[in-house]
């Protein structure tokens, strides 16, 4: 590892939920569904990193069918790391990552990576160049990133997007998952990078947080960082990408912003567990509707 700053990837495939999403991840097909969208998108994007000095810890539930943990096992084997753990308290995640790293790091970065998404390749090397500029404790966010759904491409701007990042000394360290990606900066101090996207969010059939947003946006201009991850895509139109930017566009700007206010609208009076109480009705409705 460098010893500037060890790098570590993190993802919760399937951990045990309690509500609406476990009888989600209990139902037929959702996990096939799940590492299949992981083969095609997020495991090749990782695979892909121009600066491979990096751990990744893949979080996965020990009583998952032997057939997926025989499969995260073998899946893994020199990219990431199945860590077999019904729940993740703060220090076992460091127990994992000092493992992983051979030791207590002087300077550690966490990374979240969600099972469905990706990342461009150079994700990894972006993050460190903007850890190694930070305060004792950074919250980090490449604010710029795509969204795919079906055959649509469209470039978003998200300053607090779930590809969430902390920079921090070891001692007292806590990561990237000790709060909601979007409440990071009410702990730390956040920084902000720009640039060309450096993630990509699939927008399927089983998923709920995540919706089309931003801008209607070719694919050619990022096939050199996404790989496989665009393929399928077709270059749209001038009068498809006009239509999208004066109208559609600003409608879902809207709609966006609606959500917003009535997200914290319920925080104002129940507070994280009635977003989440929230949350799980969207999934059990789109569960289903699959």
Request: hydrophobic letters at 45%.
């Amino acid at each position: 590892m460098n010893p500037a700053v060890s790098h570590v990837l993190l993802t919760r495939f399937n951990l045990p939920s309690k509500g609406a999403e476990a009888t989600i991840r209990a139902k037929e097909g959702w996990l096939r569904d799940r590492v299949a969208l992981f083969e095609r998108y997020c495991l090749p994007s990782v695979a892909a990193q121009t600066d491979r000095d990096f751990s990744w810890l893949v979080y996965v539930d020990p009583q998952s069918p032997a057939w997926f943990l025989s499969w995260a096992d073998e899946a893994g084997a020199g990219l990431f790391r199945a860590v077999r753990r019904a729940e993740v308290p703060r220090e076992d995640l460091l127990a994992d990552v000092a493992e992983a790293v051979g030791g207590a790091p002087a300077r550690l970065l966490t990374t979240n990576l969600d099972n469905d998404d990706a990342v461009a390749a150079d994700f990894v090397a972006r993050l460190k160049a903007g850890a190694a500029a930070t305060t004792p404790r950074t919250a980090l966010y490449l604010v710029n990133g795509l969204i795919r759904q079906g055959d649509r491409l469209y470039a978003h701007r998200d300053p607090s997007n779930a590809f969430c990042s902390v920079a921090e000394p070891w001692d007292g360290a806590v990561s990237c998952w000790s709060d909601w990606h979007n409440r990071l900066d009410r702990h730390m101090p956040a920084v902000r990078l720009g640039g060309s996207p450096g993630w990509l969010q699939v927008v399927h059939g089983t998923n709920v947080s995540n919706r089309v947003r931003g801008t209607l946006t070719s694919p050619v201009p990022h096939r050199a960082l996404f790989g496989s991850g665009l393929d399928g895509l077709p270059v749209p139109g001038g009068r498809e990408l006009a239509a999208d930017r004066l109208l559609h566009s600003p409608l879902r700007t809207g709609r966006e912003a609606a959500r917003a206010l009535a997200k914290r609208s319920v925080l104002l009076v129940g507070g994280p567990d009635a977003v989440d109480r929230m949350n799980a009705l969207r999934r059990r409705a789109t569960a289903g509707a699959s």
